[in-house]
């Protein structure tokens, strides 16, 4: 009987110590979305036209048109670039868009009546906005986005530059 009593408590410490071995089962994979997206299109003047998404895995595409410069407050060539960024800045951007009520916006703003306006395409966390006529300012946004753009280290690809 005592040699059952032992091994039953050499079973359960055993069975413990596998117990806290396990392995943790994998997480799912992060869903990825756009966590900011800017496009703005042309105009008969010098509108900036260009076209950015973050994901939020910290990927970033710009694709550079004309009239940029001003935008991003220094020159980039025109066609595609590429950067790995930091999340962290790019939530600052979100962050405010959210306070600003984002999220409760209407989804497209235009009268096609309306001739020679830009369109601005703003996408935060995944909800993009058409701004082209008769829609909220937004312009604080888009100036903010800007800045974030004019400060990342882009590379350029080289096949698309112009």
């Known amino acids: 009987m005592r040699h059952v009593v032992e091994l039953l ?6 069975l413990a110590f596998l117990a806290g ?19 703005r299109t042309a105009c008969f003047g010098r509108c900036p036209v260009y076209e950015l998404s973050v994901l939020n895995t910290g990927e970033a595409t710009l ?33 405010w868009a959210e306070a600003m009520g984002f999220d409760t916006l209407q989804s497209h703003y235009d009268n096609p009546k309306v001739m020679d306006l830009p369109a601005n395409i703003v996408t935060v966390n995944g909800k993009t906005v058409f701004n082209r006529y008769g829609g909220p300012n937004l312009n604080e946004l ?11 280290d882009w590379i350029a690809e080289p096949s698309s530059a112009r």
């Open 63 to 95: 694709k550079v048109g004309r009239f940029c410069d001003e935008a991003f407050g220094r020159s980039l060539a025109e066609g595609m670039h590429k950067a790995e960024v930091d999340v962290a800045i790019w939530k600052e951007a979100t962050d």
């Open 9 to 14: 408590i050499g079973v359960a410490a055993l």
């Open 21 to 39: 071995c396990q392995t943790q089962p994998p997480q799912a994979p992060m869903d990825v979305e756009v966590m900011v997206g800017l496009q």
């Open 142 to 152: 888009y100036t903010r986005i800007e800045r974030l753009v004019g400060a990342t």
